[in-house]
T-cell receptor
């Protein structure tokens, strides 16, 4: 599995965009980049995933560099409820390879 | 949609007893369910992968005889912590992959977790 590097913590003002970087320089060609988040004492929540192209959904946008060695998760208008640990996880698809290996993630704190 | 529940949400037991935790996919069928463990201030660690109707695959270092996993149906997997000890106290979380969609990509839906405290 590809190794990931994320900043341990980040702060963001409420209403501003939160940009969370992730380095995954050893990602293989068939691995997607998944982003999950975990609010304190809850199970993780899926946010978004991508392979090569940038992706956007109702929660966030995902920007993947052309060489796929890094990505950035963007929360366009952060709210206090977005305070959580954010995990960037490269993983292959399919039930046989669908393991998610959680690293330490980034603790995002959104301030009023 | 895609809701996963766990029961109980918390449990306190005496050392030496066994505890069963249930994981259910409420509105979808899951071919694969995963069990994770999370100690305070640490990340989630995968314990085992459970496929319906077959034996679970355990991660290295996880004792299969201590953590019994049963995945008898497409909507239910159970984790039994046998002869629990204080060091087994942790937050146990399950997840489930959607039948069919897991072929294309791996979106896992997580339960709310079960906090186990062994006295």
């Amino acid at each position: 599995d590809a190794k990931t590097t994320q900043p341990p913590s980040m702060d963001c003002a409420e209403g501003r965009a939160a940009n969370l970087p992730c380095n995954h320089s050893t990602i293989s060609g068939n691995e997607y980049v998944y982003w999950y988040r975990q609010i304190h004492s809850q199970g993780p929540q899926y946010i978004i995933h991508g392979l090569k192209n940038n992706e956007t959904n109702e929660m966030a946008s995902l920007i993947i560099t052309e060489d796929r060695k890094s990505s950035t998760l963007i929360l366009p208008h952060a709210t206090l409820r977005d305070t959580a640990v954010y995990y960037c996880i490269p993983s292959r698809g399919g039930t046989s390879y669908g393991k998610l290996t959680f690293g330490q993630g980034t603790i995002l704190t959104v301030h009023p | 949609g895609a809701v996963v529940s766990q029961h109980p949400s918390w449990v306190i037991c005496k050392s030496g007893t066994s505890v069963k935790i249930e994981c259910r996919s409420l509105d979808f069928q899951a071919t694969t369910m995963f069990w994770y463990r999370q100690f305070p201030k640490q990340s989630l660690m995968l314990m085992a992968t459970s496929n319906e109707g077959s034996k679970a695959t355990y991660e290295q270092g996880v004792e299969k005889d201590k953590f019994l996993i049963n995945h008898a149906s497409l909507t239910l997997s159970t984790l039994t912590v046998t002869s629990a000890h204080p060091e087994d106290s942790s937050f146990y979380i399950c997840s489930a992959s959607l039948l069919g969609l897991a072929i294309a990509y791996n979106e896992q839906f997580f339960g709310p977790g079960t906090r186990l405290t062994v006295l």
